[in-house]
């Protein structure tokens, strides 16, 4: 007979999760064979779904359904089936297909495509994000490089430069690579040091101007206009350098300062100039207690020499005198043209004495002088009054007083002649 004990105890640790080695009938008595073959089937049934439900449950796919057809191994196969389908469209998903949908798992179903339709609007504002990226990234690119100003990024971390446009390319005379590699100092040499203070200072976010002199990579020095921003961008500190070469400005400005402040025909310094420089040297005087004379000169009848041979002429008298008195007069002395022919000559750290043989020496260098215009030979002489700054004279206007009226004496006594004031 079989042993029923051993059968419920077989189906028992089956549901237990024990998969018994052995089927559970083995010997039958003579007219049980058909029974027993009936368990023995089920048992090894019921032992595939078992093997098959296991990994099933964990997700794993690759194990293949029992192949007995009954209605407890359909639901089974068409679960494994559908979860098969899942996973390739879950593979597709992957890959960018949002295309799939499932309506084949109920619940399940809806939280699936609800998923994919969620991820293609994501993909798709995602893109659109990538692609205005792009096009910033690419004006950014654009207004980068085309900027007529040198634009360099300086890494604050690293101490090097991390990107700079053409401009600097091609202002500096480096390489890209090149360029990446410098540093401050190699710009602004030992200016470099003031320069973290340019974007630490106050108002750190706040672009800020500065002038500078920087140096090319031949060695040659240039003055610029810098516009020196920080910022920080992922987890690191940048400041970036706008640099404006600033060379034919600084012309300008010193051709406009010169044209403020010199005679254009004679190149001296002119009226309102060489008043300003005389003020300042009078109180350097005063302050110190040292020398200072003044001398005036006028040039003899120089109407007869308009008259003789015309303005043109006339001018180039005022330049030939210019020119005898420069080379006359020491480095220290400041010569400015006060009026047409009137001259005025401060001479520092200079005795009422010594200024007399130096204006006696001018004197005779312009008497000497031989003047030639359009063929024509002539000659010019000199008037000059002189006076030193006295003790208790304050302002320049003194002095000048006195060196004029030293001027019309030495007019009223024959011309020609040094006068000084007493």
């Not at 209605?71 to 469209?89: D, G, N, V």
Request: hydrophobic share 40%; with cysteine.
């Amino acid at each position: 007979m079989m042993d029923r004990s051993a059968i419920l105890g077989a189906f028992e640790a089956l549901f237990r999760g024990t998969i018994p080695g052995d089927i559970p009938v083995n010997e039958v008595s003579p007219g049980d064979e058909p029974l027993a073959q009936a368990i023995n089937q089920l048992f090894t049934f019921m032992r595939e779904i078992r093997d098959f439900i296991v990994p099933l449950a964990k997700g794993e796919l690759s194990q293949h359904p029992p192949e007995v057809r009954n209605f407890m191994a359909s639901p089974f196969k068409e679960l494994h089936s559908r979860l098969s389908q899942l996973t390739w469209q879950a593979e597709q998903v992957a890959k960018g297909d949002f295309s799939q949908r499932v309506d084949f798992m109920g619940d399940f179903s809806v939280a699936f495509n609800t998923m994919v339709i969620a991820l293609e609007a994501k993909e798709k504002a995602l893109n659109k994000t990538i692609q205005r990226l792009g096009e910033e990234e690419q004006r950014y690119r654009l207004l980068f490089d085309e900027e007529q100003d040198a634009v360099a990024i300086y890494d604050i971390g690293s101490g090097h430069f991390f990107n700079v446009n053409r401009a600097a390319v091609e202002r500096y005379g480096y390489t890209q690579e090149q360029f990446l590699s410098l540093s401050l100092a190699d710009l602004f040499h030992g200016r470099a040091l003031e320069m973290p203070r340019m974007w630490e200072e106050e108002h750190p976010g706040e672009p800020r101007l500065f002038e500078l002199e920087n140096w090319h990579k031949d060695g040659s020095c240039f003055p610029v206009e810098i516009s020196v921003g920080a910022f920080s961008y992922g987890g690191k500190s940048f400041v970036c350098l706008i640099i404006r070469d600033i060379t034919e400005r600084k012309r300008s400005e010193a051709e406009l300062l010169r044209l403020a402040t010199t005679d254009v025909l004679t190149g001296l310094a002119n009226r309102r100039h060489f008043l300003d420089l005389a003020q300042q040297e009078t109180s350097r005087s005063k302050r110190y207690h040292r020398p200072l004379s003044l001398l005036m000169l006028d040039i003899d009848f120089f109407k007869r020499v308009n008259d003789a041979h015309g303005h043109g002429g006339g001018d180039r008298a005022l330049v030939a005198f210019a020119e005898v008195c420069l080379t006359t007069l020491r480095k220290t002395d400041l010569m400015g043209r006060i009026g047409g022919e009137e001259f005025a000559i401060l001479l520092p750290e200079t005795s009422l004495g010594a200024g007399r043989e130096i204006g006696e020496r001018l004197r005779r260098s312009v008497e000497a002088c031989t003047i030639l215009f359009e063929g024509a030979r002539f000659g010019i002489t000199v008037s000059l009054g002189l006076a030193e700054l006295n003790p208790g004279e304050e302002s320049f206007d003194a002095l000048l007083k006195r060196a004029d009226g030293a001027l019309y004496e030495a007019k009223d006594q024959g011309r020609n002649r040094l006068v000084h004031s007493g």
